[in-house]
């Protein structure tokens, strides 16, 4: 037996008030309005009256407050998985917006020569990878139940990619993966599929700030 579902919860708003790309720098934790998304994703997944066995993070401060609701909500321990944390970035620490974007200083340039990679950061070949690896750890963990993993927006989305057998090169406007919300994936035949997406923030979205994902 293995797990039912696995669960990829992304993190809730990150107190940004510089609104730079955060990337892996440390000590950028969740927003009152970020704690209050997380709230929600624990919130919906309770409400699926599922039996969620491990509850794992990332190991950025915003994913395990994030991850912190759940695991109490269940009555579980907060676990740590290297694997699913944010990819490296070049531009972390930087705006990438405005006039004074990273984006117009031709020091940059360089670095954004062959967005296909991408090749100002981590390889989306080796993102999907290591999610993909640790997705399959936790799934073979358990011998019953749900596993949640929370960790971010690039790293959701190159899964949703790899097992929708798309390009993981895209335009990162395109992704599908808001603050806390919820996508599930199953065994289905020979594989993993995704099964469902789920947005319980949507209400709390409006006035949020979200421009520090890589």
């Not at 669960?7 to 892996?24: A, K």
């Not at 994030?66 to 740590?80: K, T």
């Not at 963990?141 to 790899?162: E, K, N």
């Amino acid at each position: 037996m293995v797990a039912s579902q696995i669960h990829l919860v992304r993190h809730g708003e990150v107190f940004n008030p510089e609104r730079v790309l955060y990337g892996r720098l440390p000590e950028f934790r969740l927003s009152d309005l970020g704690s209050a998304m997380a709230a929600t994703a624990a919130v919906d997944l309770v409400e699926r009256g599922r039996p969620v066995r491990r509850v794992i993070a990332s190991p950025l401060q915003r994913t395990r407050e994030s991850a912190a609701p759940i695991a109490a909500a269940f009555g579980l321990p907060v676990e740590i998985d290297e694997r699913i944390i944010e990819p490296t970035n070049r531009f972390e620490g930087k705006r990438m917006s405005g006039e004074h974007s990273a984006l117009r200083d031709p020091r940059n340039w360089p670095a954004m020569l062959n967005p296909l990679r991408p090749s100002w950061g981590e390889p989306y070949r080796a993102i999907s990878a290591r999610m993909l690896a640790a997705i399959d750890e936790a799934y073979n963990s358990v011998t019953d139940g749900d596993v949640v993993l929370v960790s971010h927006q690039l790293p959701i989305w190159m899964v949703h990619r790899a097992l929708a057998g798309e390009r993981l090169a895209h335009d990162p406007r395109g992704r599908r993966c808001a603050l806390s919300s919820i996508t599930t994936l199953s065994w289905r035949g020979e594989g993993l599929v995704e099964i469902s997406y789920a947005n319980p923030a949507a209400d709390l979205q409006a006035g949020a700030t979200d421009v520090g994902a890589v």
